[in-house]
């Protein structure tokens, strides 16, 4: 009788635990209009007796339609733009969260559809990489705060930009607004510009045009030009 128990407490396991899910890593199979993604399994189930989650063409089934979690708050956003083959840890609510994944999940209770939780309808999904993983854009920080970002190209756009320190530039700096510092601004090469160039006073290490001098110039005021007479003949 207990054996019997015992067996029949083991199938109902066995048969709950295969449709049971807490995390598993995965792949991208497409990004959709809304936002969501369709995830192919990285890992295959297993299921009872030690079979295998089935196949087909080779793969795993897609599940259609996670969400994804960004990191952020009510005022910050950081994302990425996501694509195929791109890995993400799926994490499935052990409550049922298929209403709440369909509202502005605010601060309301979401109704629930059922008591079920910890299965594939209740997933969301996390983009993630192996450190080992190359990348077109990286942004690493060190153990001493260092922060280096490589990237094709980097836009900025804020209604002021404040830098503290000194900044150096290797390259070439265009800009259609104006350039002031409170510090030095110093370049290697040629500084051009299509407007006026103000400054207090614009000067070399020999010369200065607030107040310079000609070594050849006589005292007094300057006279005004007059016409050349080529030299009388001896």
Same mark, same amino acid.
Request: aromatic residues 6%; proline residues 5%.
């Given at each position: 009788?207990? %054996?019997?128990?015992?067996? &029949?407490?083991?199938?109902?396991?066995?048969?709950?635990?295969? $449709?049971?899910?807490? /995390?598993?890593?995965?792949?991208?199979?497409?990004?959709?209009?809304?936002?969501?993604? %369709? #995830?192919?399994?990285?890992?295959?189930? =297993?299921?009872?007796?030690?079979?295998?989650?089935?196949?087909?063409? *080779?793969? +795993?089934?897609?599940?259609?339609?996670?969400?994804?979690?960004? &990191?952020?708050?009510?005022?910050?956003? #950081? !994302?990425?733009?996501? $694509?195929?083959?791109?890995?993400?840890? =799926?994490?499935?609510?052990?409550? $049922?969260?298929?209403?709440?994944?369909?509202?502005?999940?605010?601060?309301? /209770?979401?109704?629930?559809?059922?008591?079920?939780?910890?299965?594939?309808?209740?997933?969301?999904?996390?983009?993630?990489?192996? &450190?080992?993983?190359?990348?077109?854009?990286?942004?690493? #920080?060190?153990?001493?705060?260092?922060?280096?970002?490589? /990237?094709?190209?980097?836009?900025?756009? /804020? !209604?002021?930009?404040?830098?503290? *320190?000194?900044?150096?530039?290797?390259?070439?700096?265009?800009?259609?607004?104006?350039?002031?510092?409170? *510090?030095?601004?110093?370049?290697?090469?040629?500084?051009?510009?299509?407007?006026? #160039?103000?400054?207090?006073?614009?000067?070399? @290490?020999?010369?200065?045009?607030?107040?310079?001098?000609?070594?050849?110039?006589?005292?007094?005021?300057?006279?005004?030009?007059?016409?050349?007479?080529? @030299?009388?003949? +001896?």
């Amino acid at each position: 009788m207990a %054996n019997s128990i015992a067996k &029949i407490l083991d199938r109902f396991f066995d048969n709950k635990m295969e $449709d049971f899910e807490t /995390a598993f890593p995965a792949v991208i199979d497409a990004v959709n209009d809304d936002g969501t993604v %369709n #995830v192919r399994p990285s890992v295959r189930n =297993c299921l009872r007796n030690m079979q295998m989650e089935p196949l087909k063409d *080779g793969k +795993l089934m897609a599940i259609r339609n996670v969400p994804v979690l960004w &990191i952020g708050s009510k005022t910050v956003h #950081v !994302e990425y733009e996501l $694509d195929a083959g791109d890995t993400v840890l =799926c994490i499935s609510s052990s409550r $049922d969260i298929r209403n709440w994944k369909k509202e502005t999940w605010g601060e309301d /209770a979401a109704l629930p559809m059922s008591f079920s939780g910890n299965d594939l309808l209740n997933l969301l999904a996390i983009p993630m990489r192996r &450190i080992n993983e190359d990348a077109s854009t990286t942004i690493s #920080v060190d153990r001493e705060g260092n922060v280096k970002i490589n /990237a094709k190209k980097v836009e900025l756009s /804020a !209604e002021n930009v404040e830098i503290t *320190g000194a900044l150096s530039v290797d390259g070439d700096i265009e800009t259609t607004g104006e350039i002031s510092s409170d *510090g030095n601004i110093s370049s290697k090469g040629d500084v051009e510009a299509t407007g006026n #160039v103000k400054g207090a006073d614009f000067s070399t @290490p020999t010369l200065s045009f607030m107040g310079h001098t000609h070594a050849t110039a006589a005292t007094g005021a300057p006279a005004p030009p007059m016409a050349y007479s080529p @030299p009388k003949a +001896l």
